[in-house]
Nanobody, 118 residues
C-alpha cells in the first residue's frame, strides 16, 4: 500500500508565496518521475511541473519563472515552491508519482486547495 500525503496549501494574497510538500510512504522499492498537477473548478487536470530522478524539470508555461519543483529522494518527498502567485493559480493541487512496489504504478495524492485572492 502506497500513500502520497500533501501539505502546504491555503489562502494567500496575490503576489504571495506558498510551498507544497508531498511525501510518499509504504512498501516503496523505487520512485521514478514525481510531479504536481492542478485542477480548477470546471476545468481539466493539467500538469504544473515534474521532476525525474536525475533532477531534470519540466514546467507549464504559465508557471515558468514563478514556481520551482524539487525533490528529496532520501525522504521520498517532492516540493513545489510557488512565488508571485496570481488569482488564476487558484486550484486543487495534486501530487503524482510513478512508484515501484511489486511493479510500477502511477499514484495520486488526495489534493490540497490553493486559493489566491486578488
Amino acid at each position: 500500500q502506497v500513500q502520497l500525503v500533501e501539505s502546504g496549501g491555503g489562502l494567500v494574497q496575490a503576489g504571495g508565496s506558498l510551498r507544497l510538500s508531498c511525501a510518499a510512504s509504504g512498501s516503496i522499492l523505487g520512485i521514478s518521475a514525481m510531479g504536481w498537477y492542478r485542477q480548477a473548478p470546471g476545468k481539466q487536470r493539467n500538469l504544473v511541473a515534474s521532476i525525474n530522478t536525475g533532477g531534470a524539470t519540466t514546467y507549464a508555461g504559465s508557471v515558468k519563472g514563478r514556481f520551482t519543483i524539487s525533490r528529496d529522494n532520501a525522504k521520498n518527498t517532492v516540493y513545489l515552491q510557488m512565488n508571485s502567485l496570481k488569482p488564476e493559480d487558484t486550484a486543487v493541487y495534486y501530487c503524482n508519482a510513478y512508484i515501484r512496489t511489486t511493479g510500477w504504478d502511477n499514484y495520486w495524492g488526495q489534493g490540497t486547495q490553493v486559493t489566491v485572492s486578488s
